[in-house]
């Protein structure tokens, strides 16, 4: 696989890997051990996944005097299934800070034998309304699982989604949704999942959206929208930086809609603000409250510009490249632009629209 050469930014840590590595090792007799580097202007620290065998991990770090640089290695010693996970390289101290400086990748291990990272028993407990992640996280991207209920239905979409990082999400439950689940890669190979729903005790989160190519320029308009799925009657009310609650009139308009979704008795509300003159910068807040429920927020940073300058921009002579079965890519956009290219399964990249 080809390294990725990489842009540090501000001194952020900067792993020597892509975002996504497959190591497999199928048709050899294992690896004795896997190395993966990161460096930064200040010393660092690792998170590696909950499954690992951390017997086996081992970080080490040295400074680079001529480049001013810490380089941190970590050595993952005897590695296989349940060492598949996110590593994520970081700022020393900066652990719990929201804003963490960080560089991080995925990596699967596959020996050829294992499709499933942790095949132990698991039970759950979900509430009605929410949606709940059956952990059956795979060693190769391309393994796809089963996901059968009570041993004789399986489950589909759109009553439920995959990923091989993350494994079955099951979404609005329901209480028939208690039961017996089986994530099945062959008949010798599965992991058993008990799930129990209960009346939901807590309102879902809501989300904060602002519409594609948005810009915070002071004096100018902007838009944000905050939805949440819900089947009770709802309330969102949205809070200014300093801490006001915001009302329609003046600078600022609000509106909300509530339409049916997924053919269900819940619906999806949102509520549009739509500011007419932009000055403040900081969190803006969106809280949604129903009766007999604590209000659940959450918060959308936005930062003020004073002016926004016009930037040339390099356009590509072809719209495509095709790159060798083994290279890697990563995309850097060179302005403020915000539309970025995209890859297809087939390894074409293809330029976005700017």
Known sequence: MAEICCVRVSGDPLLNVGPEVVVDSSSGEGLAEYIIQCSGTQTLDWKWPETANKEYIKPYERYDPDELTYISTLKIERPDHSDTGYYTCYLHNEEDLPN??????????????????????????GEVGHDIVLPCQT?????????????????????????SRVGFTLHNLREEDSGHYVCEASR?????????????????????????????????????????????????????????????????????????????????????LKVKSADQSGNYTCTVSAEGFQPVESNYHVEVMVSMESHDVDVMRHNSIIPDAEDVWEWFPQGPGTVQPFMTHDKQLIGGEK
């Open 139 to 163: 060693t190769h991207p391309d393994t796809k699982l089963s996901l059968l209920k009570d041993d004789t239905v399986k489950i589909q979409a759109p009553k439920m989604s995959w990923s």
């Open 188 to 272: 010798d190979e599965f992991k058993i999942l008990e799930l129990n729903i209960s009346e939901a005790t807590t309102l879902l989160q809501p989300s904060i959206t602002a519409p594609p190519n948005t810009h915070f320029v002071k004096g100018y308009p902007f838009q944000l929208e905050c939805s949440v799925s819900t089947e009770h009657i709802t309330k969102l009310k949205w809070t200014l930086p300093d801490g006001i609650q915001v009302t329609s009139g003046g600078n600022y308009h609000i509106a909300v809609l509530s339409l049916p979704e997924n053919r269900n008795l819940r619906l999806r509300v949102t509520s549009i």
């Open 100 to 125: 963490q400086a960080n560089d991080s990748t995925y990596i699967y291990f596959y020996d050829g034998k294992t499709n499933i990272v942790d095949g132990g028993f698991v039970e759950l407990l």
